[in-house]
T-cell receptor
Framework: EVQLLESGGGLVQRGGSLRLSCAAS????????MSWVRQAPGKGLEWVSR????????YYPDSVKGRFTISRDNSKNTLYLQMNSLRVEDTAVYYC??????????????WGQGTLITVSS | DIQMTQSPSSLSASMGDRVTITCQAS??????LNWYQQKPGKAPKLLIY???NLETGVPSRFRGSGSGTDFTFTISSLQPEDIATYYC?????????FGQGTKLEIK
């Protein structure tokens, strides 16, 4: 059974840093691209980063580019999101998500339960 | 960047109704369009991928169609468990994007 378990959420001050982790199990982790998706309170879904299976290719939207870094440790079956220079508008539930196919892109067939990040002013 | 415009933003329907949601891309995305269902406090769930393919285990009352820039998501006969918010998502571009969501409520 595929499982994705996020951790690392919490309260942080504006300008601070935080690292999220997503522990994966139930599939061959290094074969699959992964993403982080966030959802601000009462708002819609926003994709915030993606990484290829081997970790060599990453992409970010402008809203987080230069502040967030996605990475993975395939030996530990774990996905990370390093978040720096946090802003109040980064407050959201952060989900990790697995790509359906063993290629660099595709729909998200499994999601974690989410972890809440609150950035205070 | 590709913008996804979903409509309506909210929808009120009765049990058994046919429900339709549309999603328009700002440029041609071929069929690289997915639909997700999200219930309050839960993670999104993949329902339809590549515009018209039903994810395993998803009831056949859910249907997707379209290609290029215009897409449609349909529930043929609304059931109580379908009350949720629905999102479209494109993955044609290296930078993914979601529609703003459609909140489905009971009339």
């Amino acid at each position: 059974e595929v499982q994705l378990l996020e951790s690392g959420g919490g309260l942080v001050q504006r300008g601070g840093s935080l690292r999220l982790s997503c522990a994966a199990s139930g599939f061959t982790f290094y074969d699959y691209a992964m993403s982080w998706v966030r959802q601000a309170p009462g708002k819609g879904l926003e994709w915030v980063s993606r990484i290829s299976g081997n970790g060599r290719t990453t992409y970010y939207p402008d809203s987080v580019k230069g502040r967030f870094t996605i990475s993975r440790d395939n030996s530990k079956n774990t996905l990370y999101l390093q978040m720096n220079s946090l802003r109040v508008e980064d407050t959201a539930v952060y989900y990790c998500a697995k790509v359906k196919w063993g290629v660099a892109t595709g729909p998200f067939d499994y999601w974690g339960q989410g972890t809440l990040i609150t950035v205070s002013s | 960047d590709i913008q996804m415009t979903q409509s309506p933003s909210s929808l009120s329907a009765s049990m058994g109704d046919r429900v339709t949601i549309t999603c328009q891309a700002s440029q041609d995305i071929s069929n690289y369009l997915n639909w997700y269902q999200q219930k309050p406090g839960k993670a999104p769930k993949l329902l339809i991928y590549d515009a018209s393919n039903l994810e395993t285990g998803v009831p056949s009352r859910f249907r997707g169609s379209g290609s290029g820039t215009d897409f449609t998501f349909t529930i043929s006969s609304l059931q109580p468990e379908d009350i949720a918010t629905y999102y479209c998502q494109q993955y044609d571009d290296v930078l993914y994007s979601f529609g703003q969501g459609t909140k489905l409520e009971i009339k």
